[in-house]
């Protein structure tokens, strides 16, 4: 009976001894699976933040890959006086009666201006001689959108010359090119009959860099005088439009701008880029065969 005993107690002692060694160990597994699963987690955070700095860093270098687009800035920011461009001598070769210019209506002073001056020598019974001059200036800012202010300028410029040379009624047109003047000039001449009688037009487009000036000139002889000479009217209207441009290179700083510039503008291309805005759609070459 006491082997049976000490039997069944070592049975007993072996069974303690085996239900200790696995509850130790479920204690260690216990103890090792927290660790395991927040060493777990914390790789897959890490994951996510450098995934996240890995997205971030991409995005930023796409963005400096890809530079905000730019446009040559415009060379002119403002535009001279408009009724002080020219020379009182000068005046008085082209309208020499004209007590003072007419400033034109405009909200935006430095991007359009025009004066116009009007003169009439009354000779009695012998007739008058009736002369009107008008000089519209426009500058053009460069934009991202529509371009730089220069080849805005020479769209314009060239819409200008082909206005004048479609002048309603317009007779014996001529037109050729001035030299010396701005970046490039063009001479506009025709006849214009009307009610009051024949008048003689010249009509003058330069463009500077990105200003644009359009130089309008009629004279007729009126109630039996004789009609002007084109071609001294003609003389005339170049040498206004060139001291308007020289006063577009004293408006900015005291540059010049009567001549060519040593290098020739990028705008000097045959092909125009986009049309200037509507703002400066109107024509004053057709506004003066309707104001003279």
């Known amino acids: 009976m006491q082997r049976v005993a000490e039997r069944d107690q070592h049975d007993r002692r072996d069974q303690r001894e085996?239900?200790?060694r696995g509850l130790r160990r479920a204690l260690v597994c216990a103890g090792v699976v927290p660790v395991m699963l927040v060493a777990a987690a914390c790789s897959s955070d890490s994951g996510s933040d450098d995934k996240a700095a890995d997205s971030s860093t991409k995005t930023s270098a796409s963005e400096s890959a890809s530079p905000s687009p730019t446009v040559q800035a415009a060379v002119y920011k403002s535009l001279?006086?408009?009724c002080k461009v020219l020379a009182k001598k000068t005046l008085e070769d082209l309208v020499p009666q004209a007590k003072s210019g007419k400033r034109g209506s405009s909200d935006e002073a430095s991007t359009r201006?025009?004066?116009s001056w009007s003169s009439l020598d009354n000779n009695g019974v012998k007739g008058s001689q009736f002369r009107w001059l008008n000089v519209s200036l426009l500058r053009f800012e460069s934009d991202?959108?529509?371009g730089s202010?220069?080849?805005?300028?020479q769209a314009y410029y060239e819409t200008q010359v082909r206005d004048?040379?479609?002048a309603s009624g317009a007779k014996n047109l001529k037109s050729a090119p001035v030299a010396g003047v701005g970046d490039?000039?063009?001479a506009v001449r025709y006849d214009l009959k009307k009610k009051e009688g024949s008048f003689k037009q010249e009509t003058v487009v330069a463009r500077v860099e990105n200003v644009v000036v359009t130089l309008d000139y009629n004279g007729a002889g009126l109630a039996g005088e004789k009609t002007p000479s084109a071609d001294s009217l003609n003389k005339l209207a170049q040498k206004a439009v060139k001291e308007?441009?020289?006063a577009v290179g004293r408006a900015n700083d005291g540059g010049s701008a009567g001549t060519p510039s040593g290098t020739p503008s990028k705008s000097a291309s045959k092909s125009p880029s986009s049309s200037p805005s509507k703002a400066a759609s109107a024509s004053p070459s057709k506004s003066a065969a309707k104001k003279s």
Request: charged share 25%; aromatic share 0%.
């Open 18 to 20: 085996q239900r200790a």
């Open 149 to 153: 202010g220069d080849k805005l300028a």
């Open 184 to 186: 490039e000039a063009t």
């Open 80 to 82: 001279p006086e408009p």
């Open 113 to 115: 201006a025009s004066c």
């Open 244 to 246: 308007v441009v020289a």
């Open 144 to 146: 991202v959108t529509r």
């Open 164 to 166: 004048a040379k479609s």
